[in-house]
Protein backbone atom coordinates (compact mmCIF):
# COMPACT_ATOMS: atom_id res chain seq x y z
CA UNK A 1 0.00 0.00 0.00
CA UNK A 2 2.73 2.20 1.70
CA UNK A 3 5.06 1.47 -1.74
CA UNK A 4 2.02 2.38 -4.43
CA UNK A 5 1.36 5.80 -3.02
CA UNK A 6 5.28 6.37 -3.24
CA UNK A 7 5.28 5.29 -6.76
CA UNK A 8 2.15 7.91 -7.85
CA UNK A 9 3.64 10.43 -5.81
CA UNK A 10 6.94 9.96 -7.89
CA UNK A 11 5.59 9.70 -11.15
CA UNK A 12 3.72 12.69 -10.21
CA UNK A 13 6.97 15.05 -9.79
CA UNK A 14 8.73 12.78 -12.78
CA UNK A 15 5.92 14.01 -15.35
CA UNK A 16 6.17 17.53 -13.79
CA UNK A 17 9.65 18.05 -14.29
CA UNK A 18 9.42 16.70 -17.57
CA UNK A 19 6.61 18.87 -18.50
CA UNK A 20 8.91 21.84 -17.36
CA UNK A 21 11.92 20.76 -19.19
CA UNK A 22 9.47 20.47 -22.51
CA UNK A 23 8.10 24.19 -21.64
CA UNK A 24 11.83 25.63 -21.58
CA UNK A 25 12.97 23.87 -24.77
CA UNK A 26 9.88 25.07 -25.99
CA UNK A 27 10.53 28.63 -24.94
CA UNK A 28 13.88 28.38 -26.40
CA UNK A 29 12.69 27.56 -29.60
CA UNK A 30 10.01 30.42 -29.46
CA UNK A 31 12.53 33.66 -27.51
CA UNK A 32 13.88 34.28 -30.59
CA UNK A 33 11.47 35.14 -32.99
CA UNK A 34 9.15 36.88 -30.48
CA UNK A 35 12.51 39.16 -30.48
CA UNK A 36 12.86 39.46 -33.20
CA UNK A 37 9.27 39.92 -34.06
CA UNK A 38 9.04 42.49 -31.23
CA UNK A 39 11.79 44.74 -32.05
CA UNK A 40 10.97 44.71 -35.77
CA UNK A 41 7.73 46.56 -34.50
CA UNK A 42 9.35 48.83 -31.69
CA UNK A 43 9.95 52.34 -31.99
CA UNK A 44 14.17 53.68 -33.00
CA UNK A 45 14.61 55.41 -29.86
CA UNK A 46 13.41 52.29 -27.61
CA UNK A 47 15.36 50.40 -29.90
CA UNK A 48 17.96 52.17 -29.55
CA UNK A 49 18.10 52.84 -25.55
CA UNK A 50 17.14 49.39 -23.97
CA UNK A 51 19.63 46.31 -23.78
CA UNK A 52 16.62 43.70 -24.12
CA UNK A 53 13.54 45.00 -24.97
CA UNK A 54 10.69 42.52 -23.95
CA UNK A 55 7.39 44.70 -25.25
CA UNK A 56 7.57 47.69 -26.91
CA UNK A 57 5.43 50.93 -25.76
CA UNK A 58 5.30 52.29 -29.38
CA UNK A 59 4.30 49.85 -32.17
CA UNK A 60 5.29 50.95 -35.05
CA UNK A 61 5.31 49.19 -39.11
CA UNK A 62 8.13 51.78 -40.57
CA UNK A 63 10.43 49.20 -40.52
CA UNK A 64 8.23 47.31 -43.15
CA UNK A 65 7.50 50.15 -45.00
CA UNK A 66 10.56 50.82 -45.26
CA UNK A 67 11.62 47.56 -46.56
CA UNK A 68 8.83 47.50 -49.08
CA UNK A 69 9.81 50.96 -50.36
CA UNK A 70 13.23 49.89 -51.43
CA UNK A 71 13.56 48.17 -54.74
CA UNK A 72 15.85 45.49 -54.23
CA UNK A 73 13.67 44.18 -51.25
CA UNK A 74 10.21 43.49 -53.12
CA UNK A 75 11.89 42.24 -56.22
CA UNK A 76 14.12 39.49 -54.14
CA UNK A 77 10.68 38.55 -52.34
CA UNK A 78 9.44 37.74 -56.21
CA UNK A 79 12.49 35.95 -57.64
CA UNK A 80 11.67 33.85 -54.22
CA UNK A 81 7.99 33.05 -54.70
CA UNK A 82 8.71 32.67 -58.47
CA UNK A 83 11.19 30.04 -57.50
CA UNK A 84 8.42 28.67 -54.83
CA UNK A 85 5.92 28.31 -57.26
CA UNK A 86 7.59 27.43 -60.55
CA UNK A 87 10.26 25.67 -59.14
CA UNK A 88 7.75 23.61 -56.60
CA UNK A 89 5.65 23.32 -59.85
CA UNK A 90 8.24 21.86 -62.39
CA UNK A 91 9.92 19.20 -59.27
CA UNK A 92 6.62 17.78 -58.88
CA UNK A 93 5.87 17.43 -62.72
CA UNK A 94 9.16 15.86 -63.64
CA UNK A 95 9.84 13.85 -60.23
CA UNK A 96 5.97 12.28 -60.20
CA UNK A 97 6.47 11.39 -63.82
CA UNK A 98 9.83 9.72 -63.74
CA UNK A 99 9.05 7.34 -60.53
CA UNK A 100 5.81 6.73 -61.58
CA UNK A 101 7.53 5.34 -64.66
CA UNK A 102 9.75 3.19 -62.50
CA UNK A 103 7.16 1.77 -60.69
CA UNK A 104 5.57 -0.01 -63.34
CA UNK A 105 6.95 -3.04 -63.99
CA UNK A 106 6.37 -2.95 -67.69
CA UNK A 107 8.64 -0.13 -68.27
CA UNK A 108 11.84 -1.97 -69.76
CA UNK A 109 15.47 -1.89 -68.26
CA UNK A 110 14.34 -0.31 -65.03
CA UNK A 111 16.27 -2.26 -62.70
CA UNK A 112 19.55 -0.59 -64.43
CA UNK A 113 17.89 3.04 -64.32
CA UNK A 114 16.98 2.21 -60.32
CA UNK A 115 20.10 1.37 -59.91
CA UNK A 116 21.60 4.57 -61.65
CA UNK A 117 19.52 6.92 -59.64
CA UNK A 118 20.44 5.08 -56.35
CA UNK A 119 24.41 5.25 -57.52
CA UNK A 120 23.69 9.40 -57.76
CA UNK A 121 22.72 9.14 -54.17
CA UNK A 122 25.73 7.91 -52.69
CA UNK A 123 28.71 9.59 -54.64
CA UNK A 124 28.17 13.20 -55.32
CA UNK A 125 31.64 14.14 -57.72
CA UNK A 126 31.42 17.76 -55.88
CA UNK A 127 30.66 21.29 -56.36
CA UNK A 128 32.32 22.09 -59.28
CA UNK A 129 31.81 19.42 -61.88
CA UNK A 130 28.16 20.42 -61.34
CA UNK A 131 28.86 24.17 -61.73
CA UNK A 132 30.73 23.42 -65.42
CA UNK A 133 28.05 21.83 -66.39
CA UNK A 134 25.71 24.95 -65.47
CA UNK A 135 28.01 26.85 -67.24
CA UNK A 136 28.57 25.72 -70.29
CA UNK A 137 24.80 25.57 -70.67
CA UNK A 138 25.23 29.00 -70.18
CA UNK A 139 22.99 29.28 -67.34
CA UNK A 140 24.75 31.48 -65.03
CA UNK A 141 22.86 34.81 -63.75
CA UNK A 142 19.73 32.95 -64.77
CA UNK A 143 16.67 32.65 -62.67
CA UNK A 144 16.83 29.20 -64.34
CA UNK A 145 19.83 28.09 -63.10
CA UNK A 146 18.14 28.08 -59.37
CA UNK A 147 15.78 25.22 -60.25
CA UNK A 148 16.85 23.16 -63.22
CA UNK A 149 20.03 21.46 -61.42
CA UNK A 150 18.18 21.23 -58.43
CA UNK A 151 15.04 19.43 -60.16
CA UNK A 152 14.94 16.50 -58.36
CA UNK A 153 17.36 14.09 -56.77
CA UNK A 154 17.60 10.40 -56.09
CA UNK A 155 16.74 10.16 -53.24
CA UNK A 156 12.81 12.17 -53.89
CA UNK A 157 12.62 9.58 -56.61
CA UNK A 158 13.22 6.61 -54.83
CA UNK A 159 10.67 7.67 -51.94
CA UNK A 160 7.91 8.93 -54.41
CA UNK A 161 8.44 6.00 -56.61
CA UNK A 162 7.80 3.50 -53.61
CA UNK A 163 4.70 5.41 -52.73
CA UNK A 164 3.52 4.63 -56.56
CA UNK A 165 4.56 1.10 -55.96
CA UNK A 166 1.77 0.79 -53.69
CA UNK A 167 -1.07 1.65 -56.39
CA UNK A 168 -1.87 -1.94 -57.87
CA UNK A 169 -1.07 -2.30 -61.62
CA UNK A 170 -4.68 -4.50 -61.30
CA UNK A 171 -6.18 -1.11 -61.21
CA UNK A 172 -4.78 0.35 -64.70
CA UNK A 173 -5.35 -2.59 -66.00
CA UNK A 174 -8.97 -2.34 -65.45
CA UNK A 175 -9.10 1.06 -66.72
CA UNK A 176 -6.88 -0.34 -69.94
CA UNK A 177 -9.66 -2.97 -70.55
CA UNK A 178 -12.62 -0.06 -69.92
CA UNK A 179 -10.80 1.47 -72.85
CA UNK A 180 -8.66 4.02 -71.17
CA UNK A 181 -5.53 4.94 -73.08
CA UNK A 182 -2.23 5.11 -71.01
CA UNK A 183 -2.60 9.03 -70.41
CA UNK A 184 -5.70 8.54 -69.26
CA UNK A 185 -4.78 6.22 -66.61
CA UNK A 186 -1.86 7.81 -65.52
CA UNK A 187 -4.23 11.78 -65.80
CA UNK A 188 -7.59 10.04 -64.56
CA UNK A 189 -6.51 7.29 -62.03
CA UNK A 190 -3.45 7.77 -60.76
CA UNK A 191 -2.46 11.11 -60.21
CA UNK A 192 -6.19 11.71 -57.86
CA UNK A 193 -4.78 8.52 -56.43
CA UNK A 194 -1.32 10.44 -55.27
CA UNK A 195 -2.41 13.96 -54.52
CA UNK A 196 -1.91 13.75 -50.83
CA UNK A 197 1.26 12.38 -51.27
CA UNK A 198 2.49 14.88 -53.63
CA UNK A 199 0.96 17.61 -51.31
CA UNK A 200 3.79 16.68 -49.10
CA UNK A 201 6.24 16.51 -51.63
CA UNK A 202 5.22 19.58 -53.26
CA UNK A 203 5.12 21.53 -49.56
CA UNK A 204 9.24 19.78 -48.58
CA UNK A 205 10.02 21.92 -52.24
CA UNK A 206 8.58 24.67 -51.24
CA UNK A 207 10.16 25.79 -48.44
CA UNK A 208 13.83 24.09 -50.14
CA UNK A 209 12.72 27.01 -53.31
CA UNK A 210 12.22 29.38 -50.78
CA UNK A 211 15.28 29.16 -48.76
CA UNK A 212 17.44 28.71 -52.02
CA UNK A 213 20.52 30.32 -51.03
CA UNK A 214 23.89 27.85 -52.15
CA UNK A 215 22.71 27.40 -56.20
CA UNK A 216 22.29 31.05 -56.14
CA UNK A 217 25.77 31.57 -54.17
CA UNK A 218 27.24 29.62 -57.15
CA UNK A 219 25.38 30.93 -59.69
CA UNK A 220 24.00 34.27 -59.33
CA UNK A 221 26.34 37.32 -59.34
CA UNK A 222 23.74 40.35 -60.78
CA UNK A 223 22.23 41.76 -58.09
CA UNK A 224 18.56 42.16 -59.73
CA UNK A 225 18.28 38.46 -59.61
CA UNK A 226 19.17 37.69 -55.95
CA UNK A 227 16.43 35.88 -54.76
CA UNK A 228 15.77 36.99 -50.94
CA UNK A 229 17.88 34.93 -48.66
CA UNK A 230 20.94 36.47 -50.61
CA UNK A 231 19.47 39.85 -50.29
CA UNK A 232 18.97 38.81 -46.32
CA UNK A 233 22.77 37.69 -46.31
CA UNK A 234 23.59 40.99 -47.21
CA UNK A 235 21.69 42.82 -44.87
CA UNK A 236 22.21 40.37 -41.64
CA UNK A 237 25.75 39.12 -42.00
CA UNK A 238 26.91 42.19 -43.84
CA UNK A 239 24.99 44.72 -42.64
CA UNK A 240 24.40 46.57 -45.85
CA UNK A 241 20.94 48.04 -45.12
CA UNK A 242 20.84 50.84 -47.28
CA UNK A 243 19.30 49.23 -49.73
CA UNK A 244 18.74 52.39 -51.95
CA UNK A 245 15.27 53.68 -53.72
CA UNK A 246 13.31 55.05 -51.02
CA UNK A 247 12.18 58.65 -51.44
CA UNK A 248 10.32 58.96 -47.81
CA UNK A 249 12.14 61.21 -45.75
CA UNK A 250 10.16 59.97 -43.23
CA UNK A 251 11.91 56.35 -43.29
CA UNK A 252 15.30 57.22 -43.27
CA UNK A 253 15.22 57.58 -39.53
CA UNK A 254 14.61 53.53 -39.26
CA UNK A 255 17.31 52.10 -37.24
CA UNK A 256 19.40 49.20 -39.06
CA UNK A 257 18.40 47.15 -36.19
CA UNK A 258 14.89 46.76 -37.16
CA UNK A 259 15.47 46.69 -40.94
CA UNK A 260 16.90 43.32 -39.83
CA UNK A 261 14.56 42.07 -37.61
CA UNK A 262 11.55 42.82 -40.13
CA UNK A 263 13.58 40.96 -43.29
CA UNK A 264 13.42 38.04 -40.95
CA UNK A 265 10.32 38.18 -39.99
CA UNK A 266 8.98 38.74 -44.13
CA UNK A 267 11.33 35.88 -45.24
CA UNK A 268 9.64 33.80 -41.99
CA UNK A 269 6.16 34.79 -42.58
CA UNK A 270 5.60 32.12 -45.81
CA UNK A 271 6.77 29.65 -43.82
CA UNK A 272 4.95 30.12 -40.84
CA UNK A 273 1.64 30.16 -43.54
CA UNK A 274 2.07 26.66 -44.99
CA UNK A 275 3.35 25.38 -41.73
CA UNK A 276 0.17 24.17 -40.21
CA UNK A 277 -0.06 21.72 -43.85
CA UNK A 278 3.47 20.59 -43.48
CA UNK A 279 2.47 19.41 -40.51
CA UNK A 280 0.24 16.42 -41.63
CA UNK A 281 3.13 15.16 -43.40
CA UNK A 282 5.58 15.70 -41.02
CA UNK A 283 6.18 11.64 -40.67
CA UNK A 284 7.02 11.38 -44.67
CA UNK A 285 8.72 14.85 -44.18
CA UNK A 286 10.93 13.18 -41.88
CA UNK A 287 12.41 10.65 -44.28
CA UNK A 288 12.23 13.68 -47.06
CA UNK A 289 14.02 16.05 -44.79
CA UNK A 290 16.40 13.64 -43.28
CA UNK A 291 18.09 12.68 -46.81
CA UNK A 292 18.00 15.95 -47.96
CA UNK A 293 21.67 16.45 -49.99
CA UNK B 1 8.85 -7.61 -83.38
CA UNK B 2 6.67 -7.93 -79.98
CA UNK B 3 9.47 -6.47 -78.09
CA UNK B 4 8.66 -3.10 -80.97
CA UNK B 5 4.98 -3.36 -80.30
CA UNK B 6 5.04 -3.51 -76.72
CA UNK B 7 7.32 -0.64 -76.56
CA UNK B 8 4.72 0.86 -79.00
CA UNK B 9 2.12 0.18 -76.36
CA UNK B 10 3.95 1.77 -73.57
CA UNK B 11 4.96 4.72 -75.30
CA UNK B 12 3.51 6.75 -72.97
CA UNK B 13 5.63 5.82 -69.89
CA UNK B 14 8.83 5.80 -71.72
CA UNK B 15 7.73 9.94 -72.64
CA UNK B 16 6.81 10.22 -68.96
CA UNK B 17 10.02 8.95 -68.11
CA UNK B 18 12.39 10.97 -70.67
CA UNK B 19 12.51 14.60 -69.07
CA UNK B 20 13.62 12.73 -65.52
CA UNK B 21 16.05 10.87 -66.98
CA UNK B 22 17.98 13.41 -68.88
CA UNK B 23 17.81 15.44 -65.67
CA UNK B 24 19.47 12.32 -64.48
CA UNK B 25 22.01 12.67 -67.36
CA UNK B 26 22.64 16.25 -67.69
CA UNK B 27 23.25 17.21 -63.73
CA UNK B 28 24.55 14.18 -62.09
CA UNK B 29 26.29 12.01 -64.59
CA UNK B 30 28.08 14.59 -66.52
CA UNK B 31 29.40 16.32 -63.43
CA UNK B 32 30.56 12.35 -62.27
CA UNK B 33 32.10 11.99 -65.97
CA UNK B 34 33.53 15.80 -64.86
CA UNK B 35 35.59 14.38 -62.22
CA UNK B 36 37.94 13.53 -64.97
CA UNK B 37 39.60 17.28 -64.91
CA UNK B 38 41.29 17.14 -61.87
CA UNK B 39 43.77 14.76 -63.47
CA UNK B 40 43.93 17.60 -66.03
CA UNK B 41 45.61 21.22 -66.43
CA UNK B 42 41.65 22.16 -67.38
CA UNK B 43 41.17 25.18 -69.46
CA UNK B 44 37.59 26.55 -70.18
CA UNK B 45 38.93 27.25 -73.57
CA UNK B 46 40.23 23.95 -74.57
CA UNK B 47 37.69 21.99 -72.91
CA UNK B 48 37.71 18.34 -71.19
CA UNK B 49 39.07 16.96 -74.59
CA UNK B 50 42.11 19.41 -75.07
CA UNK B 51 43.24 19.82 -71.94
CA UNK B 52 46.85 18.75 -70.99
CA UNK B 53 46.56 15.64 -68.48
CA UNK B 54 48.84 15.80 -65.88
CA UNK B 55 47.60 12.48 -63.68
CA UNK B 56 47.77 12.92 -59.82
CA UNK B 57 49.26 16.22 -59.68
CA UNK B 58 46.93 18.33 -58.00
CA UNK B 59 46.41 15.25 -55.44
CA UNK B 60 49.95 15.76 -54.37
CA UNK B 61 49.73 19.47 -54.22
CA UNK B 62 46.30 19.03 -51.98
CA UNK B 63 48.34 15.99 -49.87
CA UNK B 64 51.46 18.25 -49.25
CA UNK B 65 49.38 21.10 -48.55
CA UNK B 66 49.73 22.15 -44.38
CA UNK B 67 45.91 23.38 -45.58
CA UNK B 68 44.52 19.86 -46.20
CA UNK B 69 45.59 19.23 -42.40
CA UNK B 70 43.24 22.15 -41.83
CA UNK B 71 40.25 21.19 -43.50
CA UNK B 72 40.57 17.43 -42.01
CA UNK B 73 40.94 18.83 -38.42
CA UNK B 74 37.91 21.36 -39.00
CA UNK B 75 35.80 18.59 -40.59
CA UNK B 76 36.22 16.25 -38.46
CA UNK B 77 35.83 18.52 -35.32
CA UNK B 78 32.78 20.11 -36.38
CA UNK B 79 31.26 16.33 -36.68
CA UNK B 80 32.98 14.65 -33.51
CA UNK B 81 31.46 17.85 -31.14
CA UNK B 82 28.29 17.21 -33.27
CA UNK B 83 28.31 13.43 -32.64
CA UNK B 84 29.05 14.03 -29.32
CA UNK B 85 26.52 16.87 -27.87
CA UNK B 86 23.75 16.99 -30.68
CA UNK B 87 23.17 13.28 -31.32
CA UNK B 88 21.96 11.66 -27.41
CA UNK B 89 19.64 14.77 -27.58
CA UNK B 90 16.65 14.35 -29.65
CA UNK B 91 16.83 10.93 -27.84
CA UNK B 92 16.45 12.69 -24.49
CA UNK B 93 14.26 14.81 -26.07
CA UNK B 94 11.97 12.09 -27.09
CA UNK B 95 12.24 10.28 -23.87
CA UNK B 96 10.66 13.07 -22.11
CA UNK B 97 7.73 13.69 -24.88
CA UNK B 98 6.79 10.55 -24.74
CA UNK B 99 5.55 10.77 -21.37
CA UNK B 100 3.56 13.71 -21.64
CA UNK B 101 -0.16 12.51 -21.76
CA UNK B 102 -1.63 15.81 -22.30
CA UNK B 103 -2.74 15.84 -26.12
CA UNK B 104 -2.84 19.66 -26.83
CA UNK B 105 0.86 20.08 -24.70
CA UNK B 106 2.54 17.43 -26.71
CA UNK B 107 1.22 18.86 -29.91
CA UNK B 108 2.15 22.53 -28.97
CA UNK B 109 6.07 21.62 -27.64
CA UNK B 110 5.70 19.24 -31.27
CA UNK B 111 4.80 22.15 -33.24
CA UNK B 112 7.00 25.41 -31.52
CA UNK B 113 10.26 22.88 -31.93
CA UNK B 114 9.70 21.52 -34.97
CA UNK B 115 9.89 24.83 -36.79
CA UNK B 116 13.10 25.88 -36.89
CA UNK B 117 14.32 23.10 -38.57
CA UNK B 118 12.33 24.57 -41.82
CA UNK B 119 14.55 28.42 -41.81
CA UNK B 120 17.05 28.81 -43.61
CA UNK B 121 20.45 29.01 -42.56
CA UNK B 122 20.54 32.57 -43.72
CA UNK B 123 17.45 32.98 -40.96
CA UNK B 124 19.67 30.67 -38.33
CA UNK B 125 22.92 33.21 -39.00
CA UNK B 126 21.13 35.92 -38.89
CA UNK B 127 19.33 35.22 -35.40
CA UNK B 128 22.90 34.07 -33.69
CA UNK B 129 24.16 37.64 -35.21
CA UNK B 130 21.32 39.52 -32.91
CA UNK B 131 21.97 37.05 -30.27
CA UNK B 132 25.75 36.83 -29.51
CA UNK B 133 26.83 39.84 -31.73
CA UNK B 134 29.94 41.69 -29.22
CA UNK B 135 28.47 45.27 -29.38
CA UNK B 136 24.55 44.35 -29.96
CA UNK B 137 23.81 40.99 -29.00
CA UNK B 138 21.10 40.39 -26.57
CA UNK B 139 23.61 37.81 -24.24
CA UNK B 140 26.66 40.20 -24.47
CA UNK B 141 24.07 43.19 -23.44
CA UNK B 142 23.12 41.11 -20.58
CA UNK B 143 26.68 39.95 -19.79
CA UNK B 144 27.75 43.56 -19.71
CA UNK B 145 24.43 44.78 -18.05
CA UNK B 146 25.33 42.27 -15.24
CA UNK B 147 28.84 44.09 -14.64
CA UNK B 148 30.46 41.04 -16.46
CA UNK B 149 32.90 41.57 -19.44
CA UNK B 150 31.24 41.35 -23.48
CA UNK B 151 32.59 38.18 -25.39
CA UNK B 152 34.05 37.73 -28.61
CA UNK B 153 32.00 34.67 -29.55
CA UNK B 154 31.59 35.14 -33.55
CA UNK B 155 35.39 36.40 -34.06
CA UNK B 156 37.33 34.24 -31.54
CA UNK B 157 38.33 31.37 -33.09
CA UNK B 158 37.75 29.59 -29.32
CA UNK B 159 34.12 29.88 -29.97
CA UNK B 160 33.39 28.82 -33.27
CA UNK B 161 33.17 25.15 -33.34
CA UNK B 162 30.93 25.78 -29.94
CA UNK B 163 28.88 28.26 -32.00
CA UNK B 164 28.05 25.69 -34.66
CA UNK B 165 27.71 23.11 -32.22
CA UNK B 166 24.70 24.96 -30.41
CA UNK B 167 22.83 26.64 -33.86
CA UNK B 168 22.80 23.01 -34.83
CA UNK B 169 21.10 22.53 -31.98
CA UNK B 170 18.69 24.67 -32.08
CA UNK B 171 17.60 24.11 -35.71
CA UNK B 172 17.55 20.58 -35.47
CA UNK B 173 17.10 19.08 -32.17
CA UNK B 174 13.28 19.10 -32.48
CA UNK B 175 13.26 17.94 -36.12
CA UNK B 176 14.99 15.38 -34.88
CA UNK B 177 12.54 13.63 -32.08
CA UNK B 178 10.52 12.92 -35.52
CA UNK B 179 12.36 9.93 -35.96
CA UNK B 180 12.43 8.44 -32.46
CA UNK B 181 8.41 9.46 -31.43
CA UNK B 182 7.65 7.21 -34.27
CA UNK B 183 9.98 4.02 -33.29
CA UNK B 184 8.58 4.91 -29.65
CA UNK B 185 5.23 4.93 -30.50
CA UNK B 186 5.71 1.35 -32.44
CA UNK B 187 5.98 -0.36 -28.36
CA UNK B 188 3.80 -2.79 -27.54
CA UNK B 189 1.51 -1.56 -24.68
CA UNK B 190 1.79 -4.44 -22.59
CA UNK B 191 5.30 -4.53 -22.36
CA UNK B 192 4.80 -0.90 -19.71
CA UNK B 193 1.97 -2.91 -17.79
CA UNK B 194 4.51 -5.95 -17.48
CA UNK B 195 7.53 -4.06 -16.20
CA UNK B 196 4.64 -1.78 -14.14
CA UNK B 197 3.00 -4.79 -12.39
CA UNK B 198 6.75 -6.38 -11.85
CA UNK B 199 7.76 -2.67 -9.83
CA UNK B 200 9.32 -0.71 -12.33
CA UNK B 201 8.91 2.93 -12.04
CA UNK B 202 9.07 5.39 -14.93
CA UNK B 203 12.61 5.52 -14.82
CA UNK B 204 13.29 1.64 -15.14
CA UNK B 205 10.29 1.45 -17.73
CA UNK B 206 11.85 3.93 -19.58
CA UNK B 207 15.44 2.28 -19.16
CA UNK B 208 14.26 -1.44 -19.51
CA UNK B 209 11.52 -1.16 -22.33
CA UNK B 210 11.47 1.68 -24.25
CA UNK B 211 15.70 2.29 -24.99
CA UNK B 212 16.08 -1.83 -25.72
CA UNK B 213 12.42 -1.47 -28.34
CA UNK B 214 14.65 1.97 -30.00
CA UNK B 215 18.40 1.02 -29.93
CA UNK B 216 17.95 -0.39 -33.40
CA UNK B 217 17.05 3.40 -34.42
CA UNK B 218 19.89 4.73 -32.31
CA UNK B 219 22.58 2.52 -34.26
CA UNK B 220 21.31 2.87 -37.43
CA UNK B 221 21.21 7.10 -37.50
CA UNK B 222 24.43 6.48 -35.40
CA UNK B 223 25.75 4.53 -38.02
CA UNK B 224 24.53 6.95 -41.17
CA UNK B 225 26.26 9.67 -38.92
CA UNK B 226 29.74 8.14 -38.84
CA UNK B 227 29.23 7.77 -42.86
CA UNK B 228 28.82 11.56 -43.05
CA UNK B 229 31.73 12.25 -41.14
CA UNK B 230 33.38 14.33 -43.99
CA UNK B 231 30.05 16.67 -45.28
CA UNK B 232 30.21 19.89 -43.13
CA UNK B 233 26.58 21.94 -43.82
CA UNK B 234 28.40 24.42 -46.63
CA UNK B 235 25.55 26.95 -45.97
CA UNK B 236 25.92 27.11 -42.22
CA UNK B 237 29.82 27.64 -42.48
CA UNK B 238 30.00 30.02 -45.01
CA UNK B 239 27.49 32.29 -43.76
CA UNK B 240 29.50 32.41 -39.87
CA UNK B 241 33.12 32.37 -41.25
CA UNK B 242 35.19 35.53 -40.83
CA UNK B 243 38.91 36.28 -41.34
CA UNK B 244 39.78 36.56 -38.02
CA UNK B 245 38.13 32.42 -37.34
CA UNK B 246 38.81 30.99 -41.12
CA UNK B 247 41.68 29.10 -39.90
CA UNK B 248 39.03 26.35 -37.62
CA UNK B 249 36.10 27.35 -39.86
CA UNK B 250 37.16 26.54 -43.30
CA UNK B 251 36.19 22.92 -44.54
CA UNK B 252 36.36 21.03 -47.51
CA UNK B 253 33.18 22.38 -49.32
CA UNK B 254 34.23 26.04 -48.48
CA UNK B 255 37.47 25.63 -49.42
CA UNK B 256 36.46 24.29 -52.99
CA UNK B 257 34.53 27.27 -53.22
CA UNK B 258 36.94 29.56 -52.76
CA UNK B 259 39.55 27.95 -54.77
CA UNK B 260 36.90 27.07 -57.82
CA UNK B 261 34.32 29.52 -58.00
CA UNK B 262 36.40 32.68 -56.40
CA UNK B 263 39.84 31.92 -57.69
CA UNK B 264 39.43 29.77 -61.16
CA UNK B 265 41.36 26.88 -59.94
CA UNK B 266 38.92 24.19 -61.85
CA UNK B 267 41.04 21.37 -61.50
CA UNK B 268 42.74 21.68 -58.26
CA UNK B 269 39.20 22.17 -56.62
CA UNK B 270 37.93 19.36 -58.42
CA UNK B 271 40.31 17.03 -56.80
CA UNK B 272 39.66 18.01 -53.48
CA UNK B 273 36.06 17.80 -53.96
CA UNK B 274 36.86 14.25 -55.34
CA UNK B 275 38.83 13.47 -52.48
CA UNK B 276 36.50 14.54 -50.11
CA UNK B 277 33.94 12.61 -51.88
CA UNK B 278 35.49 8.79 -52.28
CA UNK B 279 36.46 9.34 -48.83
CA UNK B 280 32.75 9.99 -47.77
CA UNK B 281 31.44 7.18 -50.34
CA UNK B 282 33.83 4.49 -48.55
CA UNK B 283 32.69 5.60 -44.80
CA UNK B 284 29.00 5.20 -46.18
CA UNK B 285 29.69 1.78 -47.43
CA UNK B 286 31.30 0.44 -44.36
CA UNK B 287 28.60 2.05 -42.72
CA UNK B 288 26.29 0.05 -44.43
CA UNK B 289 27.97 -2.93 -44.08
CA UNK B 290 27.87 -2.40 -40.47
CA UNK B 291 24.06 -1.47 -39.98
CA UNK B 292 23.28 -4.70 -42.07
CA UNK B 293 25.97 -6.59 -39.81
CA UNK B 294 23.67 -5.38 -37.03
CA UNK B 295 20.71 -7.18 -38.26
CA UNK B 296 19.44 -4.19 -39.91
CA UNK B 297 18.04 -3.52 -43.77
CA UNK B 298 20.49 -0.75 -44.55
CA UNK B 299 20.34 2.18 -46.73
CA UNK B 300 20.32 0.42 -49.99
Not at chain 1, 144 to 156: D, E, F, H, K, R
Not at chain 2, 247 to 270: C, K, M, N, P, W
Request: positive net charge.
Amino acid sequence: MKSSVMATQGERWFSRVNALVLILVALLCLFPFYYVFIVSFASPAEVRQSVLLLFPKQWTADAYRYLFSTSAFPRATGVSLFLAIVGTACSLVITSMLSYGLSRKRLKGRRVLLLMILLTTLFNPGIIPGYLVVRDLGMINSVWSLIIPVLTSGWYVLLMKGFFDSIPAALEEAALIDGCNDFGVWYRIVLPLSLSSLAAFGLFYAVAYWNTFFTAVLYINEPEKWPLQILLQNMLIDSSTALGGVTDSALQDVPSQSKKMAAIIVSTVPILLVYPFLQKHFAKGAMVGSVKE
Amino acid sequence: MTMLRTMRRDLFLYLLVLPGLLFFLIFKYVPMWGVLISFQNYSPYLGLWHSEWVGFAHFDRLFSNPDFFLLLRNTLAINALNLIFFFPLPIMLSLTMNEIRTRWFKGAVQSVIYLPHFLSWVVIAGISLIMLSESEGIVNGLIAAAGGERIDFLTNPRYFWGVLTVQSIWKEVGWGTVIFLAAIAGVDVQLYEAAKLDGAGKLRQIWHVTLPAIRNVIIILLILRIGHMMDVGFEQVYLMMNGTVSEVAEVFDTYVYRAGILQGQFSFSTAVGLFKSVVGLVLVVIANRLSKKFGEEGLY
